[in-house]
């Protein structure tokens, strides 16, 4: 008499974590409440897939000779500078430039970081 009670006193347990582990994945999924995309939905293209006017423009027009990854110069040691065109659903394109590809991976850790340290540079020029 009591193995039929324990048994569906399991289930019910059992059932009742199912229920609970469904509902938290649902809402887990439930993306129509995730937050607006932040500046990580963007992405870094190279600069050789945007026009040649653009890119001379944009280079004419950047706010630093410096690498804002690592403070070094665009044109140091390290050769030319490296650069990348950061695109963003909705958004204008964006040049940035690195002293070296070392440089592209970590921007790519922290972009929103890198973004508006470019914002504040070309603000003051």
């Known amino acids: 008499m009591q193995k039929p009670a324990l048994f569906l006193l399991a289930a ?14 649902e809402e887990h999924h439930n ?37 804002f990854v690592s403070g070094e110069k665009l044109a140091g040691d390290m050769g030319g500078p490296v650069d990348y065109v950061w695109r963003q659903e909705g958004k204008p394109d964006r040049l940035v430039r690195f002293c070296c590809n070392h440089c592209v991976k970590d921007f790519k850790k922290a972009p929103e970081k890198y973004l508006k340290q470019i914002d504040e540079a070309a603000a003051k020029k």
Do not use: N, T
């Open 31 to 67: 993306h129509a409440d995730a937050p607006a995309a932040s500046v990580s939905a963007g992405k870094l293209i190279p600069a050789k897939e945007v026009s040649a006017d653009w890119l001379k423009q944009a280079q004419a027009a950047y706010p630093s000779d410096e690498c």
């Open 12 to 25: 019910l347990l059992s059932a009742g974590f199912g229920l609970q582990s469904a509902a938290a994945a």
